[in-house]
């Protein structure tokens, strides 16, 4: 059915929006069933991590590929290409391998690498993108409360927009995020969820400790690649932190999933950059 039909007819009650315990029941299944899925699939992923300084130079730069394998719990990433640089002077000098240290405290080099593996290679995940980032599953939605926000359209399709954020009383170490998801009318599926942390850095820490966190939030959306085969394609977000005192960097971190292949078949399936 045309997404204006459906949407004309949802605004004249013929068709009714599902209850919001129901379609969060439905995406809960989904994402555990796209998880199972997901393992059928190897695919490319490349990765851009930057930490600019405060008046906006570069002052570190990654690009990373992977292949990624699916295993039975877990996915492995393959290493496939690799270009870092680091500031010196008035240039950049070149680095050839993750972890890199140009010297003996190098705050840049531990950061950009910890974001890389601690962000997009979590091990309980088949595409590497923790499941506590974006609350869907079942087990992450019991710590939120949620709110049909809208329906609408999103690239041509019926769209439930739900923001969420930690329920009450929830702690900052189990409810980390604010924000809102669209998800796909038809297949209950997420195809866009953007978060910001719903906490502030105690005033204590930023005092004794001289850190803090401004901006920290992610963006990541979905595409179908087979029959209730859902992947994240692009992934993403930009943030501040504030260290030590006197270290101060913005942080921008950019994944990008492509060149879907089954396990099983010889066919690929091409996932079209125009199309983000």
Sequence with gaps: MATWIVLTL????VVKTPDLTRILHEVAENQAKSQDLRRNFVY????????????????????????IVPKD??????????EGRYAAGNGFVA???????????????????SFSEDLMDDGNSKDGIGPDQFPL?????????????????????????????????VGWEDGDWKGEALIDAEEFQPVLVTTTLAWKMPMAVQILLGTNIRGLGFSVSYQKFADKVWFPVSYGGEFEV???????????????????????VNSDVAYDKDDR
């Design 44 to 67: 490319t992923q490349k990765q851009l991590l930057r930490l600019i300084r405060p008046n906006g130079k570069l002052a570190r730069e990654e690009r990373r590929e992977y292949t």
């Design 95 to 113: 680095y050839g391998k993750p972890g890199y240290a140009y010297k003996k405290v190098d705050i840049d080099g531990g950061l950009i690498n």
């Design 137 to 169: 599953t079942y087990h992450q939605q019991l710590k939120y409360d949620f709110r049909l926000a809208a329906v609408e359209t999103y690239r041509g399709r019926t769209v439930y927009r739900v923001a969420f954020a930690p329920k009450k009383g």
């Design 10 to 13: 949802l605004a004249a009650g």
């Design 73 to 82: 719990r877990h996915s492995e990433r393959v290493p496939a290409h690799f």
């Design 242 to 264: 504030r260290g030590l005192f006197l270290y101060r960097r913005t942080i921008t971190i950019a994944l990008t999933n492509s060149d879907f292949r089954h396990t099983d």
